[in-house]
């Protein structure tokens, strides 16, 4: 483990392999930075790659009050750490998060999103619209457990009677673990799970090569958002991945990720 300093004085904490140019992984909700040792271990012969936890998570520190913006500076942390410049791979919260850091300027030279889960239509049922406030109440709180469940059912469309038996499971003490960093993730999606459409120009000054990747087996809103993302944005292009849901799979994950960076 190593780590960086963030504008605001935070310790962000990474892992560092491989070698060749800069990737930052960018992880989305409640994952850690060991979520992305698979994928890591596979770009690691042909690039250096930085998986870090992000503020709240992890060995990283979590000074208050949160501000996306302060997530930002800790992509501009690592990307300096890495040299000045970096490509940028973001994984489903963490892809917004990853576009929100290229639309502020960052030294990205291009930049990966798999599954950004912008809801842009009435393909499924918007999020709350209190659904932030309610999720940091709940953590302040202490009911770190009904936090993660309100998110199951909210944003990932977990029917409520499964909820249960996820709570008897090994992974729920470290969801929990997490669970006052799931407003973040609301945060940094903002109203971009309202099912309206984006903004006319709203990421117009990314103007970097950029993939939208979604899954062939995902639901039919995630495709539609990689399409309005892909469409909206001024250099993108989109790529589905077949058999792919958001659970995606490293081994065909990587190459994708590859191919696009190197080219």
């Given at each position: 483990?190593?780590?960086?300093?963030?504008?605001?004085?935070?310790?962000?904490?990474?892992?560092?392999?491989?070698?060749?140019p800069a990737v930052i992984l960018v992880g989305g909700a409640l994952s850690e930075r060991s979520a992305g040792i698979p994928l890591a271990t596979r770009l690691a012969p042909h690039f250096t790659v930085f998986a870090y936890d992000r503020r709240g998570r992890g060995d990283?520190?979590?000074?208050?009050?949160?501000?996306?913006?302060?997530?930002?500076?800790?992509?501009?942390?690592?990307?300096?750490?890495?040299?000045?410049?970096?490509?940028?791979?973001?994984?489903?919260?963490?892809?917004?998060?990853?576009?929100?850091?290229?639309?502020?300027?960052?030294?990205?030279t291009k930049l990966a999103l798999y599954e950004p889960p912008f809801i842009v239509d009435d393909a499924r049922k918007p999020i709350p619209a209190d659904y932030?406030?309610?999720?940091?109440?709940?953590?302040?709180?202490?009911?770190?457990?009904?936090?993660?469940?309100?998110?199951?059912?909210?944003?990932?469309?977990?029917?409520?009677?499964?909820?249960?038996?996820?709570?008897?499971?090994?992974?729920?003490?470290?969801?929990?673990?997490?669970?006052?960093?799931?407003?973040?993730?609301?945060?940094?999606?903002?109203?971009?799970?309202?099912?309206?459409?984006?903004?006319?120009?709203?990421?117009?000054?990314?103007?970097?090569?950029?993939?939208?990747?979604?899954?062939?087996?995902?639901?039919?809103?995630?495709?539609?958002?990689?399409?309005?993302?892909?469409?909206?944005?001024?250099?993108?292009?989109?790529?589905?991945?077949?058999?792919?849901?958001?659970?995606?799979?490293?081994?065909?994950?990587?190459?994708?990720?590859?191919?696009?960076?190197?080219?």
């Open positions: 483990m190593q780590t960086v300093t963030s504008n605001d004085g935070t310790t962000i904490a990474f892992d560092r392999s491989g070698a060749g990283s520190g979590d000074t208050q009050p949160y501000a996306v913006e302060r997530e930002i500076e800790d992509i501009a942390a690592l990307i300096q750490e890495a040299g000045g410049s970096a490509f940028v791979f973001g994984m489903s919260s963490g892809a917004a998060l990853a576009l929100e850091a290229a639309n502020h300027g960052l030294s990205i932030v406030t309610h999720l940091g109440e709940l953590a302040r709180s202490g009911r770190r457990g009904e936090a993660v469940e309100y998110f199951m059912v909210n944003a990932v469309e977990v029917p409520a009677d499964m909820v249960a038996p996820m709570r008897q499971s090994p992974m729920w003490p470290a969801m929990e673990a997490l669970a006052h960093t799931l407003a973040y993730d609301g945060a940094i999606m903002g109203d971009n799970m309202s099912g309206k459409p984006f903004s006319p120009g709203q990421w117009a000054d990314v103007t970097i090569p950029t993939l939208i990747m979604d899954g062939g087996g995902s639901p039919a809103w995630m495709h539609n958002a990689a399409q309005a993302a892909a469409a909206i944005l001024p250099n993108a292009r989109r790529h589905t991945l077949e058999g792919q849901t958001h659970a995606v799979d490293p081994d065909v994950l990587a190459p994708a990720l590859q191919a696009f960076f190197t080219d």
